[in-house]
């Protein structure tokens, strides 16, 4: 069975050490969803006129949060992004996040990516909250990965 | 109808101004879970022994993160927390994550009772991806808040 | 003759001790002004179009970045800021920048609205500098304070 | 007509995807101005005796600057810096900046030359701001640049 | 007998909640050493003539260091600073240095105060350690604390 | 007589330029002590229960903090890890902390490994100080490193 290599054997946390392994193109492709109501995403799109900055405060800030990642994520490689997109898809009531993070380090990117989603997700809630106080963000996951020694990795369609 | 405080009259984003607000005693509780598989969550429990950091390493994570709000998100008012604390529930599949977080400053705290859920989240995702790349961070939301002029607001239950 | 309050009678940098100074509203005003080719403006004005992201990203920035001056500049106290208002006025072949910082706090927020023009400035630079290398960040200065045991300051017309 | 290339073709902005660049080494200068009077100068140089930090607090908080560049400018890549120099120039009623970054990564290095001129001109409006809350951050721009597929630039005499 | 009071009945990690503490002057001095040898102290010496910088980067970074405690240390609470002084006292073969913090918020300050005085002596050893790379950071503690439930607390000579 | 690489031929403090260094795999092992008491060893013991954070804490804020090196230490390159591990070793009357750091780039990582173990310990005195706030960290020292152009330095018995 498999083990939780962020941990040693004693159980400690440590950062893996990945001084082995190849630099190389990496992405990964993450999603996530902020469900509200359709008043709600009549006033996002309201903002969607010239000069409304509803929907790019949430992609910079998704953006932004990227690079934090291992500011955040206690066990995370610091590294060098290549390149991030933060895609925004208002819809009925609710509005789809999707980020493509891009590397060419030696450790795959998908929290970074997962981040993203989550600080573009938390902004959205927080422009939101007064008018819809029970938003929720829901299902924040990988889509897609590719690069390094795993190569690519799709999510399969039954998780 | 109601309007998205944080854009102004000409759609452009602000951070809002409290300065007439009264400090005072507020809580919020945010919850989260991450869905992944009963393999995983063995393997947490194993590091659940004496040393194990995998939870604790989630729940410091989450605590650190709620101080990070207003670096992450855009327009979050920069406020002393006077408490934090991440409860991280082991199910069969899925570990439930739960954030309390207090202040006696002049704005609410569910940014950062969210905030705290998703780098908990987050956290968890990244020690779990080795193992199951297609684990799910879903329905981070705000059960409760308690202070400030609105009062108290409880999640209505069919939300 | 006054003296520099940085630092003390030995030349030592310090953060001057504000413990006995009384909180109160304060407020402001700092501008300053991104010269650049009415070529780039064009550009930046077809962005401001629904979505179109450049302006948004230079007012976002410019908010973060009056959180982030006690990280950035030494010897500034850590305040809590309860308002930021950082406004783009696109003209022939330049971008006012005005920021509007309010605290409730012990200190004066100059250094805020100041680091709010810089930032929104530099990212207003970055925007451009693919199409005009030789863009120029000007005139960042102090317009009006209020608050404070020195009340209200306006810049005198002959500075 | 050149376009923006922070900001895709409906508008979003996006950290450009620099993957395919080379890494290679590559230099930027830039400068700027704080305009104060010739009384804040004889104060700044008087601590410029054994011990006095005004100059150097403000060489420092540069060098750090150019270090938080991608934390501020949200389209920036992070990328590690080889070598900062800041330097300060007094003159008789003005400081005049000059900062140095070079780099061995993919992306030119004129955001953090023009950040450590800016973060090195807040350090000195702080220190000032007491005895002349009029001083001025002027003239903030790129002087040359060096490396990369672009080559070299210089500042035309023109601009 | 006592308990740590950051971790909760079943061992959890958490940040007190110190919500009905009450605001109030407090201050702590803390010191450290930084040993060296006596040629390094030479150096450091002769870097105190006129923009010598060595010295004040370290005070400088002391200074900051103690506001970024938060940042560090996980269970900290985010509070605003009054004041912040380092200094450093440069002997035979050592650096003496002490750190004094203070607050008007509802948490002592020891841990800024250390948090100064360990930035600024890693500062140090930086500087020093291509000449002295057994240079050695040693007893960092606190020496005075005021304010506060508790009151004042001074070291006792037996520790 | 060796000299400062860290400030120039004028006095003033620069982050030295590295461009021309190799990158390559290097390692720094650092260490220090937390001195306490040994009722306080009793209860971090007692938190090394299932769910006892104590430990956890410390050990992940020092990885953390080795992330946070170049934010720390104004004259720190900001490079690339690629391992980071934190180990602590609990005795009689105080915790042996031993930082485990490693990277392929172009610069040594004594000033990370130095850091961890500072964050480390700066987080167990921020545990033991409601018990002990007499509690020392001593002798955070380098005790080891491997690669770069220097080679292998292993600290010499006599400091």
């Known amino acids: 069975m498999s083990e939780l290599s962020h941990v040693d054997a004693s159980g400690a946390a440590r950062m893996v050490d990945v001084s082995g392994k190849q630099p190389g193109a990496r992405v990964a492709v ?6 509200t109501t359709a008043e709600v995403l009549d006033l996002l799109r309201s903002d969607g006129l010239p000069k409304g900055d509803a929907l790019a ?3 910079i800030a998704g953006i932004m949060g990227a690079k934090r990642t291992p500011d955040l994520v206690p066990l995370c490689h610091p590294i060098a992004l290549t390149g991030v997109k933060v895609e925004l898809d208002p819809g009925v009531d609710e509005v789809r996040i999707t980020a493509t993070v891009k590397t060419t380090d030696r450790t795959g990117v998908e929290m970074e990516a997962l981040t ?3 600080v573009a997700g938390l902004t959205l809630h927080d422009m939101v909250k007064a008018v819809d106080p ?3 963000l829901d299902a924040v996951r990988v889509e897609r990965k590719e690069g390094g ?3 690519t990795w799709t999510r399969p369609e039954d998780r």
């Open 30 to 35: 993450a999603t996530g969803v902020l469900r």
């Open 134 to 136: 029970a938003a929720v």
């Open 57 to 59: 405060t949430a992609r």
């Open 116 to 118: 993203a989603v989550t």
């Open 149 to 151: 020694k795993t190569g």
